[in-house]
């Protein structure tokens, strides 16, 4: 693999001949261009090996290895994780397998490091070093000359073999020697907390990790296969140590596989006591074996193959350019580069793509949800467990799966929800029993359900404390959010109508009367708000307030949608009339709290989480027609500012594009950029969180397409900094999919892809001047236009091309 130039591909433009129909005459247009470019993290040298616990600080408590977290390399297939670091002397690529946990920080579980691979090959002061992240094609590599031998590394996670892949090669036959070196990490015996056993056994070309946690009852194990072409493998075991040893030969292929006892269930969150939600006779030796034997007899290429169509059909959905100059140097240099100022539009639509091939690597059908680290932890104690925290962070995981065109990264919180919904169930009870047990006076039986903020694959809570109920609400806008997308009827009456239903069966019974004309959820929190040093309790604030609005409201127009009609949905179209949810300050502020009159005199000014603005983004409820609303969230998102976490620049990002704001907007990614992200690109809260990554690429597309308005909105908030620029493969609701072209910050041609038909509504300035047609030369049903405004019937699988050159 080289670098520079040649890394890179020139990009790929085709041009459909398209008529015009309607003027009686024919014209040539260009379709949005089609985009061929390779992406790639890489540096020119391995990450630094200190050796010990010399990387070991402090993160806000937390301990992090500056090496993992700043500098290696995440591949991942949802089901495991692996950071490959890229060294010449004794690599070190460490695993995480998903579902092993131990007690966690808090004692509700929390994901643990599975293994650490040590391979011994004893280069040093290699030449022509490269490592990288192919992230077109989820393929790490490792390439560097040592003693007139280039050797090469490929590594790549297979979500259809479940299967981490390591090659090893030279370009000279008999010159691949190292020792393969595996450990088990924190291992502690009963009379420590997080107790955790383990042994490593070797027989010819196998290594096997087993072991068992105590706190969930986890049984793991992990099998590693090493499969030589030429030479000779020999394999020793001394103590509790194991090793093989592969000397001179062509190359080897690894193949690794992990698993638990795991099962997801709704017995599972029944279940409270700990070391009995798994069953401790249950191991998970055949699937792992199974996994092993079927791959190599797979064997290496088509495991590629398989791998790359997989991911491909995913990745290569969507395209994005905001320029033709690919800087040639390393990414951290590139990073470095722009916190000098020198901003680069060409790694702003890096992180754009970097953000969906982590989210494929986290998030697939069959596996845990991506939780706040992903698939990736070196840690004994995962930072906040790893967990999924529903006060905003879980859901911003997602909030880009829809219009970057990755809608089925959502079923793995589909089948969570399923899971732990019974618990939810008994949790909303639990709750109304507590703060509103009149509530359940007349109606015992069907009282919703409920989450609260921290959440494991072992154990989910209730509301409580420091955030409101609303992130319930929070939660099942990702539902109606995936039927807007998708279109799925089907999934919107058996996954998203009991959802939002039960949210608000639940959220009805929290409201309390104040006077004759108001309901407020009381007790109500805004999330993580602390006054005088303490969670400020109250009533009705913005935040649940909003959310329970925003889930109403989705639960009318699922009722009209199926044609639902009830004495309940009677009792929401009276109760959203009585929320009173947005309330405007004497700062010109959206009020976070009813009883504050100036911004910032309840709660911190600068505080992290801006919970009340849920219903600007992701919410619905402040829109372009409440532009008093819309101007005091620009004054609220002005008086809190952008110095803060990764993750609540991310939100602000997307607040400033629902506000149209789109060079404020780019400000906050710009900030985010420089100071919330690492040199491999993962983004830091810190420590190391996800949410950063996922929530600043739905930004990214926020600001190039919006569409929860009722019209498709093509470059609502686009900054100067992109004044050119092309996109395919972005989503609208209404399940079109949308390409765009433009220049000097004006579109030149908007390419729309009807996936259900339907009516399809557009909004651009000059659009009614726009030349018209589709791929057929049919006429086209023109509903109605307007300077802004061009509203037409769509066909299912038509696509429909309009030229905007020339207009005004």
């Known amino acids: 693999m080289t670098y520079g130039s040649s890394v890179f591909l020139s990009c790929l433009f085709i041009c459909l001949g398209l008529a015009f129909v309607g003027a009686g005459f024919t014209q040539n247009i260009q379709a949005p261009a089609k985009l061929e470019r390779v992406y790639t993290v890489w540096d020119n040298e391995p990450s630094p090996n200190r050796g010990g616990d010399f990387n070991i600080k402090k993160a806000r408590g937390y301990p992090y290895d500056e090496d993992w977290e700043l500098r290696s390399y995440p591949i991942g297939n949802g089901y495991m994780g692996a950071s490959i670091f890229g060294r010449t002397d004794t690599e070190r690529i460490q695993l995480t397998e998903k579902t092993l946990a131990n007690e966690g920080l808090y004692g509700i579980g929390g994901l643990t490091s599975f293994a650490e691979i040590n391979l011994e090959f004893n280069h040093h002061k290699p030449i022509n070093y490269s490592r990288s992240i192919n992230i077109n094609e989820a393929i790490s590599y490792v390439n560097y000359v040592y003693d007139g031998v280039e050797y090469t590394r490929e590594h790549f996670i297979s979500y259809p073999d479940n299967v981490l892949v390591i090659k090893l090669s030279a370009n000279k036959k008999g010159k691949l020697s190292f020792k393969l070196k595996p450990e088990i990490p924190y291992l502690k015996d009963s009379t420590q907390k997080n107790t955790r056993t383990g042994k490593i056994e070797v027989e010819n070309d196998l290594i096997t990790m087993t072991g068992f946690i105590e706190h969930f009852s986890v049984n793991y194990e992990g099998q590693i296969k090493v499969i030589p072409d030429g030479g000779k493998l020999s394999s020793a075991k001394t103590g509790d140590k194991a090793e093989i040893s592969v000397a001179n030969a062509n190359s080897v292929v690894l193949i690794i596989a992990a698993g638990t006892n795991y099962e997801l269930s709704q017995e599972l969150f029944l279940e409270n006591v700990h070391n009995k939600k798994l069953d401790p006779e249950n191991f998970p030796h055949n699937k792992v074996s199974g996994l092993i034997d079927a791959a190599e007899t797979k064997g290496f290429e088509k495991l590629k193959e398989t791998h790359l169509r997989d991911y491909r059909n995913l990745f290569s959905r969507v395209e994005l350019k905001f320029t033709d100059e690919i800087p040639e140097v390393p990414t951290k240099t590139l990073l470095e580069n722009y916190k000098s100022d020198t901003t680069n539009n060409y790694l702003e639509e890096l992180m754009f793509h970097y953000g969906r091939y982590l989210l494929i690597s986290t998030s697939r059908k069959g596996t845990l949800p991506c939780g706040l680290q992903g698939v990736w932890s070196q840690y004994e104690v995962t930072p906040f467990t790893g967990g999924f925290w529903h006060n905003i962070n879980v859901q911003m995981n997602y909030w880009g799966a829809f219009n970057s065109n990755l809608a089925e990264t959502f079923t793995p919180y589909v089948e969570f929800f399923d899971a732990y919904l019974p618990k939810a169930k008994s949790l909303a009870t639990d709750y109304l029993k507590k703060h509103n047990p009149q509530a359940l006076a007349n109606d015992s039986v069907d009282n919703g359900w409920t989450i609260g903020t921290g959440t494991t694959p072992h154990k989910i809570v209730g509301p409580g404390g420091h955030s409101g109920p609303g992130t319930g609400a929070l939660t099942t806008k990702m539902f109606w959010d995936y039927y807007e997308f998708t279109m799925d009827t089907t999934f919107l009456r058996e996954k998203a109508y009991p959802a939002i239903f039960g949210m608000s069966k639940f959220l009805s019974k929290t409201l309390v009367p104040e006077g004759d004309s108001l309901l407020l959820v009381n007790p109500s929190a805004s999330p993580e708000q602390k ?277 005004k």
Request: proline share 3%.
């Open 531 to 807: 006054h005088n040093g303490d969670n400020y309790i109250t009533a009705g604030t913005t935040f649940d307030q909003a959310l329970v609005w925003e889930n109403h409201n989705d639960l009318l127009k699922v009722s009209e949608i199926l044609s639902v009609e009830n004495d309940f949905i009677e009792a929401v179209k009276s109760e959203i009339t009585k929320l009173d949810p947005i309330i405007i300050g004497k700062s010109g502020q959206v009020k976070e709290f009813r009883e504050e009159e100036y911004y910032g005199e309840i709660g911190q000014k600068h505080h992290r989480h801006i919970s009340h603005l849920c219903a600007l983004y992701p919410g619905t409820l402040i829109n372009s027609t409440t532009k008093d609303w819309i101007d005091a969230s620009i004054v609220t998102l002005d008086l809190r500012g952008n110095n803060t976490t990764g993750w609540a620049m991310a939100h602000r990002m997307n607040a400033r594009a629902r506000t149209k704001e789109g060079e404020k907007a780019h400000q906050v990614y710009s900030k985010f950029i420089k100071e919330r992200t690492l040199p491999n690109l993962w983004t830091t809260h810190p420590p190391f969180q996800i949410d950063g990554n996922f929530g600043c690429m739905a930004g990214v597309a926020e600001m190039l397409l919006q569409s929860h308005e009722g019209y498709i909105e093509p470059l609502a908030a686009l900054p100067k900094a992109w004044s050119n620029g092309e996109y395919s493969g972005l989503v609208a609701r209404g399940n079109f999919e949308i390409s765009v072209v433009w220049k000097d910050g004006k579109a030149s041609s908007i390419e729309v892809l009807s996936r259900s038909g339907g009516k399809c509504k557009l909004k651009y300035p000059g659009i009614a001047n726009a030349t018209f047609s589709n791929e057929t030369d049919m006429d086209i049903d023109i509903e109605s236009k307007s300077s802004e405004f061009l509203s037409f019937e769509t066909k299912k699988g038509k696509r429909y091309v309009l030229s905007l050159l020339g207009t």
